[in-house]
Nanobody
Framework: QVQLVESGGGLVQAGGSLRLSCAASGRTFSSYVMGWFRQAPGKEREVVAA????????YVANSVKGRFTISRDNAKNTVSLQMNSLRPDDTALYYC?????????????????WGQGTQVTVSS
């Protein structure tokens, strides 16, 4: 059974940095696309970044481009999201998700496995 466990969230001041990690287990993920999504209060969940595990090819949403970086560690089976220059509008619950079909879609419907989420709060 696939398990995704996020960590690394917290409270940070605007301009600061956080690094989120997603520990993936229960499957071989080489054919997967792994994504980070976020949902702010009163807003829909949106994709932040995604990475194709086998190739390392990445996608980063325009709203965070140049500030966020997604990466994966094959040895540790983890996917990380490095978040720099954080802004108050980055405040959200951040989720790690796995797309076993490797569709590369940015739609949450393409991702069948989800973690519980980790809260990121950016104060002004």
């Amino acid at each position: 059974q696939v398990q995704l466990v996020e960590s690394g969230g917290g409270l940070v001041q605007a301009g600061g940095s956080l690094r989120l990690s997603c520990a993936a287990s229960g499957r071989t993920f080489s054919s997967y696309v792994m994504g980070w999504f976020r949902q702010a209060p009163g807003k829909e969940r949106e994709v932040v970044a995604a990475i194709r595990w086998r190739t390392g090819f990445t996608y980063v949403a325009n709203s965070v481009k140049g500030r966020f970086t997604i990466s994966r560690d094959n040895a540790k089976n983890t996917v990380s999201l490095q978040m720099n220059s954080l802004r108050p509008d980055d405040t959200a619950l951040y989720y790690c998700a796995a797309d076993g079909y490797g569709s590369g879609s940015s739609l949450e419907e393409a991702y069948e496995y989800w973690g519980q989420g980790t809260q990121v709060t950016v104060s002004s």
